[in-house]
């Protein structure tokens, strides 16, 4: 069977016809290994439910803005790959009285760190570099620099980019470096960087590291760090409005940073210029660019055969969405959080998402964050012009409202030739026992797991019990080699929860059958949610 295109979808595989097991098995599941169906949206209705959630979406995020006095903001929703929505509140200039649009510009601070993450692997993916380069071999300064212990090994970029380097959390620090000299941080590395722990042990959330990485774009892309992103990354993304250099943004769309005061009244902060450390969080955009660039990074997802269209490849814009260094585990009331960093981009799972990539961004008279769930082709972001005022908040609620609709769903999986034709054969060994059959289909370990005799006895006692049984279901795919399809029955309906092995053709290694309270059960590793996390209401 040819590969599939990347427009396959559960039409696709009608053409397929049962083959019965007797026969070369091995030659009816071996044209099955090369069939990877891509997971699709399925409702037809989905962006309407999603659009009815608007109104709710901008009272959240309007009363989030008043109760913090927030003088300006503006928010968006990215739904495959446009932005479906975005709105503002308050000003950007108070003197002016100016209002907030899609094109006002704010700078997102901390949310630079993921465009420097991108240029970092688009230097890789061109060969100019490794991540595993040593950063001696690009600042030689570390090769004098002192490390914790004997047995540290030589600091990588990989570290570097995934905070794993054991350098100090700096962000009081940090934030006042952005117009720092590249001669000032000369002058820092030769005196060398105090670690706070030992190199790739543990997260350590540090801007000095991405202002180095900054200072590796420039070397091996051999132009300044602030125009390869600008020519390499934004121009290619459309990003026509954003920009590292505040003094080139027009007074006329330019937000005014604020800090709001104890006694309530606003202090216009000094606008930071670009230097050094602009790689850490040096970056002015517009709702409009943001949009672009969060469509952007949810367009890396599903895994496909599609030409690539981006400035940088989408298995590696997939590759800054791993979670690389774990940080924590949260618990709030009965929701709890796992997190941690991949590359520019923070990582998590909780009792709702399994996936989330997010960042946030604080300086001097800003406050951003911006978050997307690859799975579900959804992104949101909101941009403020007060200090530290991060509205990861308001995104958050967000979410909820949104899974209301009943329009956030996750792609789903069509099944594999593999999965549906395996389905088959159980099918068939459920109606009527076949040992030459059952030891054809199996893989080397199952019915040493579990003996033949066994095997037949658990599933005629649990026919026994659940009486007359119609055809099975449909195959519900985890992925191209794990699924369940479910038998209904005179008295309840029996899951079947299975996984082939990694052999050519693919074999069945795992089965489990029972009985459910409910045809919704999904059996097998819960999917929503890390080992040992409470996901009660």
Known sequence: MPKTTANATCANLTYMRFIPVSGLLAATLLFASDTYPLPAFTDTTRAAKLAAAMPEIDRIFQRYATDRKISGMVWGVVIDGKLAHVDAT????????????????????????????????????????????????????????????????????????????????????????????????????????????????????????????????TKASGMAYEKYVQTQILAKLQMNNSTFEFSQVPAATRATGYRLQPDGSYLAEAPLPHGAFGAMGGLLTT??????????????????????????????????????????????????????????????????????A??????????????????????????????????????????????????????????????????????????????????????????????????????????????????????TAENWLRGQFNISCAKGTIGAFFTLAPTQPPALQHLELRKLASEKVRMGAPTGAPAGVSCSQ
């Open 90 to 217: 308050g000003v950007r200039d108070r003197a002016a009285n100016s209002p907030v649009t899609a094109d006002t510009v704010f700078r997102v601070a901390s949310m630079t760190k993921s465009f420097t993450a991108l240029a970092i692997l688009k230097l890789r993916d061109e060969g100019k570099l490794s991540l595993e380069d040593p950063v001696a071999k690009w600042i030689p300064e570390f090769a004098k620099m002192e490390l914790p212990t004997r047995d540290s090994a030589p600091l990588r970029i990989r570290n570097i980019m995934s905070h794993s380097a054991g350098f100090p959390e700096d962000n009081p620090w940090g934030d006042q470096q952005l117009a720092a000299t590249e001669a000032d941080l000369t002058k820092w590395l030769q005196k060398g960087i105090p670690f706070s722990t030992a190199p790739g042990t543990r997260y350590e959330y540090s801007n000095y590291a991405f202002g180095l990485l900054g200072r590796i774009v």
């Open 287 to 356: 709702a409009n660019d943001l949009g672009k660039y969060v469509a952007f990074h949810l367009a890396a997802w599903p895994p496909r055969d599609d030409a690539e269209t981006g400035p940088v490849r989408r298995a590696s814009v997939r590759e800054m969405a791993h979670l690389w260094t774990p940080s924590n585990l949260t618990v709030k009331g009965t929701q709890a959080t796992e997190s941690g960093y991949g590359y520019g981009l923070r990582i998590s799972t909780d009792c709702r998402f399994e996936h989330i």
């Open 358 to 475: 997010a960042h946030g961004g604080g300086l001097p008279g800003f406050g951003s964050y911006m978050a997307w769930l690859p799975e579900y082709g959804v992104g949101m972001f909101a941009m403020a012009n007060q200090t530290y005022v991060g509205p990861a908040e308001p995104i958050n609620l967000t979410w909820d409202v949104l899974l209301k609709t009943g329009g956030l769903q996750k792609r789903e999986l069509p099944p594999s030739p593999a999965l549906t034709q395996m389905r088959d054969h159980l099918a068939g060994l459920w109606n009527k026992w076949d040992e030459a059959k059952a030891q054809q289909i199996a893989a080397m370990n199952f019915f040493l797991d579990t003996p033949v005799a066994q095997r037949k006895g658990d599933m005629q006692k649990l026919k026994d019990e659940m009486g007359e049984c119609k055809a099975a279901g449909p195959v």
